[in-house]
């Protein structure tokens, strides 16, 4: 009777384990859209950045494997409120966001939010809201800008674009007179659309945002998210966030 007691414990034991492991190696579809150095697609069709980096990181500690997608941004929140997907990729904190979505403990990228101009108009931007009452400005559907910019938005002339390369378009055209962005984008949007000599990045940044990945409520992944939040936080003691956004050359700061 002990032997059989004995097998059985360790029958129910080995079982036990082997739950875990499947467990541990499951599959997590994360939903992202396209931003530069973050997300994006590479040359080989697949995608790469700071986020793909970092996952791959998780992975070989937790077991779990990802299954990156970029779509639109408006897609992407679809899926993961409607509990599709099993995390978003780099969305900012709000409160409206935190609704449908649990944030992870640690975020993973900085932007500074900034106001772009066109380099021949006078715009004199020393961080008051009043300055841009009179103001088209244009932003970018579904992004938070801050929560200064929350308080002053029912003030402000503001229209929406979903493309942020159709915003600076606006902005050359002189259909608008200011487009809120980020300086992570402008920069790297600026450059590409050989816009240099024409916009410019007003000083000071009107909000400084976290990026995090965050996980959908309706999927109740809570393993899920207590192993990456482990993982996240161990590779940031180790300093390793922050050399891979050096990597994609971007500054990371923890304390920030």
């Excluded at 995608?47 to 941004?73: C, H, M, N």
């Excluded at 800008?145 to 308080?151: A, C, R, S, T, V």
Aim: proline residues 4%.
């Amino acid at each position: 009777m002990g032997i059989f007691k004995y097998f059985l414990g360790l029958h129910i034991l080995l079982i036990g384990s082997v739950c875990a492991d499947l467990q541990a190696q499951e599959r997590y579809l994360f939903v992202g859209t396209t931003f530069p150095s973050i997300l994006e697609t590479g040359a080989d069709q697949k995608p790469k950045g700071v986020a793909v980096d970092l996952l791959e990181q998780i992975s070989e500690r937790t077991g779990d494997q990802f299954d990156i997608r970029i779509l639109p941004w408006s897609r992407a929140l679809e899926l993961v409120k409607r509990g599709e997907a099993s995390g978003l990729i780099g969305p900012y904190y709000s409160e409206e966001r935190a609704e449908f979505l649990d944030f992870a403990n640690d975020p993973f990228y900085i932007d500074r939010m900034v106001f772009i101009s066109r380099r021949s108009d006078d715009v004199d931007w020393q961080g008051d809201y009043d300055f841009f009452k009179s103001s088209h400005i244009l932003i970018i559907k579904n992004w938070f800008y801050g929560p200064d910019f929350e308080k002053a938005r029912p003030h402000l002339k503001l229209y929406e674009t979903i493309t942020t390369e159709g915003a600076l378009t606006m902005l050359m055209r002189e259909r608008v007179d200011i487009v809120a962005f980020n300086e992570r984008n402008a920069k790297h949007l600026i450059k590409a659309l050989d816009m240099t000599t024409a916009l410019k990045i007003n000083e000071p940044p009107m909000a400084i945002n976290r990026g995090f990945f965050g996980f959908s409520k309706k999927r109740k992944e809570f393993g899920l998210q207590n192993r990456m939040n482990k993982a996240l936080r161990e590779l940031q003691e180790l300093g390793k966030i922050e050399r891979i956004n050096a990597r994609y050359g971007l500054t990371y700061r923890a304390e920030w």
